[in-house]
């Protein structure tokens, strides 16, 4: 925390009081900030030179948290198929792009 943030919470009795406090003043009740930075670093990640599995596995991560973030609710079940499917194609697509050079873009 910066000198000016804390300046403004020094008067604050207990720990739990501090962070109600915080979350009040910089969270929104949204994760898009997290979600946002999830999505640059799938989007940036190359493999530069890391094996295919270290590569693949770095980018897993990345989509299982964005995985657990998606908000998105459906109750028809071919809604659900036709999303799901949309969103292998892109990670599909985002692995693919990151690729070392020697292997051949599609």
């Known amino acids: 925390m910066t000198p000016e943030i804390m300046k403004r919470y020094l008067r604050i009795h207990t720990a739990c009081e501090i962070w ?21 670093r799938a989007f940036s990640l ?16 990345i989509f ?10 459906m109750k028809d079940p071919n809604d659900i198929i036709m999303y799901k499917a949309s969103v292998e194609k892109l990670t599909i697509h985002i692995f693919l792009n990151g690729l070392d050079v020697e292997f051949e873009q599609v």
Not at 29 to 39: R, V, W, Y
Not at 64 to 73: I, S
């Open 20 to 40: 109600r406090a915080l979350a009040k003043a910089f969270y929104d009740g949204s994760d898009e900030t997290q979600i946002f930075a999830l999505n640059q």
């Open 46 to 61: 190359r493999q530069s030179g890391h094996s295919l599995p270290t590569y693949y596995g770095e980018l897993v991560e």
């Open 64 to 73: 299982q948290e964005l995985d657990y973030h998606d908000k998105v609710t």
